[in-house]
């Protein structure tokens, strides 16, 4: 009788341990909603912000926003007081870098990641539209890492969680470049990076896909669609023939600190006709795509560091 009563009990609170964590992922997911993710790409890809060029008056705002709000959902500075890790003293272009968990280099890290900075104003004043507002490029993947972010500051995790804006991408990853050098100066323990990149418009093959970078370099995206229980991440042809591994901002954390870092994205090349036109503006994104890959990200994130699946390098 005694033995029967364990084994009820044990499969009791086995049943009601399961429920809890798909009711803990249910809400996870639900809560990014479409009206939080159009608000926040509206306003990183609004006139007012005129393109997001480093060293403007208007770039200052752009990072302010960043910063208030990551304060406002109680993502910590990474640096101490400051969430800018400035480039050069004095200008006003800095990454923006945040922190969920305690500080301790020595606790393995991941960085989630996206750049703010776009091309600015256009200098031919013989058009209409002057401004290069980058609504995929990349206020979509900024949107997705923002609130990301903010799902996972509500929770403890065994690994801490670098949230990582970076400047100057456009200038040649030169944000990035410079945060990855620091973290390998002051040995900063971070195991993997996921850089979001133009994630504003599904890809042909179908919605609620993306791709990341340099797929075979490392077990990321199968790690990925296992956790997610479906094929979310695909393989891109396209990847190696344009060498899109190494034009983002997961490249210098690979090069650096030879660990797994590579950009998500669902800019497949043929999807999108308005890369680095004038004419990248929010009503050419779909935001309910847009809306769903965060969803999922989010949903993907979490149980991985709850899981502590581990990314590796393949051996190629």
């Known amino acids: 009788m005694i033995k029967s009563k364990l084994v009820f009990f044990f499969l009791f609170f086995v049943i009601v341990g399961c429920g809890s964590s798909k009711i803990t992922q249910t809400k996870i997911k639900n809560q990014i909603s479409l009206t939080e993710t159009e608000r926040i790409v509206s306003v990183l890809a609004s006139d007012s912000l005129q393109g997001r060029y480093p060293f403007s008056e208007t770039y200052e705002k752009s990072m302010s926003f960043v910063e208030n709000f990551m304060k406002s959902n109680k993502i910590k500075p990474f640096y101490k007081e400051t969430y800018r890790d400035v480039l050069i003293q004095g200008s006003k272009s800095a990454n923006i870098v945040g922190l969920i968990g305690d500080y301790d280099r020595n606790k393995e890290h ?4 996206a750049h703010l900075d776009h091309l600015g104003v256009s ?117 190696n023939m344009y060498g899109l591994f190494e034009a983002a901002d997961n490249f210098p954390f690979y090069r650096v600190l ?45 149980r991985m560091l709850k899981n502590n699946v581990k990314i590796q390098l393949s051996d190629l």
């Not at 991941?110 to 990641?113: Q, V, Y």
């Not at 590579?262 to 795509?289: P, R, V, W």
């Open 123 to 239: 200098e031919d004043t013989s058009q209409r539209d002057t401004i290069f507002n980058g609504a995929n490029d990349n206020a979509t993947g900024v949107t997705a890492v923002l609130l990301v972010a903010k799902e996972l500051a509500k929770h403890t995790f065994d690994k801490n969680v670098i949230v990582a804006i970076f400047t100057e991408e456009e200038l040649g990853l030169v944000g990035a470049n410079h945060l990855a050098n620091r973290l390998k100066k002051e040995k900063v323990n971070v195991s993997y990076v996921l850089n979001y990149e133009m994630i504003g418009v599904p890809m042909l093959i179908g919605e609620d896909k993306v791709y990341v970078t340099g797929y075979k370099k490392s077990n990321l995206a199968q790690e990925m669609n296992k956790v997610a229980g479906k094929e979310f991440v695909v393989y891109l042809p396209e990847d």
């Open 110 to 113: 991941i960085i989630i990641g």
């Open 258 to 302: 030879n660990i797994p870092s590579h950009t998500i994205s669902s800019y497949d090349i043929k999807n999108y006709d308005h890369y680095h036109k004038l004419s990248d503006e929010i009503n050419n994104l779909n935001i309910k795509h847009l809306n769903n890959i965060i969803q999922n990200s989010v949903d993907i994130i979490y």
